[in-house]
């Protein structure tokens, strides 16, 4: 099996059927949106970012947060890295953030050098590994003390390093203003564009901690409600983990009270029947969909399905019947414009409405009927037009925040080389492109 890299597009030679041009389609995608944003890609995040800092700044914000993953243990401060560990561990961080006057809300302020300056920069405070009794007495400690005795889940998405998943979900938290208790699951991402299959394999290899993780929390008399966001790839093993509780207790667990998809890669099918397998009592799902998602564009391309979860049209057969069918609610972002390059996490980039999620969130607010635009309330929101959108707690998005970085360069030789056996030159010769550090913008 032989593959070559044009100009700009991966195509895959001496291959025959319609499978090969789904592959050869797919994969020259990713490498389209590797190449396309590795021109524009701004200088990359030093290691030891989560090396924590003496103390915090005047004016700055402190978000704790507990931590499960099933990330295998790295030598350096950072914690955790991409490989998959044998059995589930537990971290407690403490993240600071700049002062209101020094960032924007919806954006994470990343150090460019280590340590960072909390006066300006996302910086840790307290970055501890603990075993699981430790993290349940910080679990418990802090329930007490929130309203609703509410935890919020958070399960990150593809191409995202640790620290890309801790900062994020700090910054969530923090825009947002719920009162909950943040709790992370972090599952072996290597953080890198081009590690698509591996990313995928993980999140399979996730699905159980996850499963357990869920049980430990909604079996805790202390915990009184468990609410669950996922992003992109995190929505599967979600899904998963969720299937496998209702098979092995007859349901989920009730303590389950609302499921957030967002920008779920998921094939439309397998969501089916995944959540079929959950019965008729589960969690109210609430899914945030864009039809011009790209990172998802290039999933389904890859994957060869009828469609991805994530970039449906809600007001299209069968999915408009089949979700009302199911009381779920789809929230259609199609029309909401952010910097999002792929538009593949678009609320993480408007302020005003994670603000508001946060509010709604407090409140136990149910979601809004899914058949209203989203994309248009929003608009009206950023406007001052707008006086509700509806639960606040489905706009709570996490994006990707490692889009291309040197890691990720590093890694597309090791990619062409799982791909066959043999790499031709031009694909040597665009390596050698990828590889390239990027210009530091001025």
Known sequence: MRFALGSHLLYLSGGKGRGMRQIRTGLAGVIWIAAGLAVSACASR???IMVPVAESAPGASRVEMVVATTRAKVDTGDLYGGDRATDPSFAEITVSIPPASARAIGEVQWPKS???NPATDFVTLKADIIDQAEAKRWLDKRIERTPHRQALVFIHGYNNRFEDAVFRFAQIVHDAGADVVPVLFTWPSRGSLLAYGYDRESASYSRDALEKLLTILAKDPD???I????????NWVTLEALR???IRNGRVLPKIKTVMLAAPDVDVDIF??????MGKTRPRFAIFVSQDDRALQVSQRVWGSRARLGQIDPEAEPFRTQ?????ITVLDLTKLRTADQLNHGKFAESP???????ARLAQGQTMSDGREGVGDRIIQVTTGAAATIGNAAGVIISAPVAVVDPSTRENFGAQVQELGSTVTNTATSTGRLLTTPAPVPQ
Do not use: N
């Open 114 to 116: 280590v340590p960072g």
């Open 272 to 277: 089916r029947t995944q959540l079929a397998d």
């Open 352 to 358: 005003e409405v994670v603000q508001m999620i946060g």
């Open 46 to 48: 030093p290691p030891g």
């Open 244 to 246: 496998q509780m209702a």
């Open 223 to 225: 915990v009184g409600e």
């Open 323 to 327: 979700f009302e069918r199911e009381k």
């Open 227 to 234: 609410s669950i966001l996922a992003h992109s790839m995190g």
